[in-house]
């Protein structure tokens, strides 16, 4: 169990409801790679969030995102309910409102302003 392709994920599990967020497509200052203190590269928020969701979730997943002016849309798909509750580390996750229950979307929330916390979980050293 791990991350899957997002339509081979859509066969399995067909209704299974979708989390977003919207974080930052790159990390600030473009240019020279960043690079944490151990001199690693640092990855995209995107990127990040992957690595992330690989190591704490157990089931099986999929994700894809879509930049859009500096943004990156971030669309998750998760199989077990138990990794579902996992998205709460990133702050409790939101009671659905009836449209987001009709559209089966909810936001999460992971966000730029968590990446040096999650980084640092991750054994980067900032």
């Known amino acids: 169990m791990a991350r899957m392709q ?3 994920f859509k066969n399995d599990y067909p209704s299974t409801g979708e989390y977003l967020c919207v974080i930052a497509s790159r990390l600030p ?9 151990n001199r690693k590269l640092l990855p995209t928020p995107y990127g990040l969030l992957r690595e992330w969701l690989a190591k704490n979730f157990s089931g099986d997943w999929a994700v894809r995102q879509q ?3 500096g943004k990156t849309i971030v669309v998750l798909l998760i199989a077990d309910p138990v990794d579902v509750s996992k998205l709460n580390h990133f702050g ?6 009836p449209q987001q ?3 089966g979307q909810l936001e999460f929330g992971y966000r730029d302003s968590l990446y040096g916390n999650v980084a640092k979980s991750l054994g980067y050293n900032l």
């Open 101 to 103: 229950q009709a559209q």
């Open 92 to 97: 409790k996750l939101p009671k659905p409102t």
């Open 6 to 8: 997002w339509n081979n």
């Open 67 to 69: 930049t859009k002016k």
């Open 29 to 37: 200052k473009p240019g020279a790679p960043h690079l944490d203190k």
